[in-house]
């Protein structure tokens, strides 16, 4: 997975939506986690965090 868009929504803060090899899809804003290879999604919900390994598909919205 190239990780080149969620960093720089990092830097942007821009939305994206996360879809996960588990199934769930997230939308909301990134951010690095404190975990080595771990990113967190802030979304209406709640925060939620997931390894990078993790990621299936990446959208900016």
């Known amino acids: ?5 969620i ?3 990092i830097e942007t803060e ?3 939506q996360i879809h996960l090899v588990s199934g ?5 804003f990134c ?3 404190d975990s080595s290879g ?3 999604i ?3 919900s ?6 990078s390994w993790a990621i299936k598909r990446i959208k900016e919205v």
């Open 31 to 33: 951010q690095e986690s």
């Open 24 to 28: 769930e899809t997230y939308v909301g």
């Open 1 to 5: 997975m190239n990780l080149t868009l």
């Open 42 to 44: 802030r979304t209406m």
């Open 7 to 9: 960093y720089h929504a």
């Open 38 to 40: 771990y990113f967190t």
């Open 46 to 51: 709640g925060l939620f965090s997931f390894p």
């Open 14 to 16: 821009l939305q994206l």
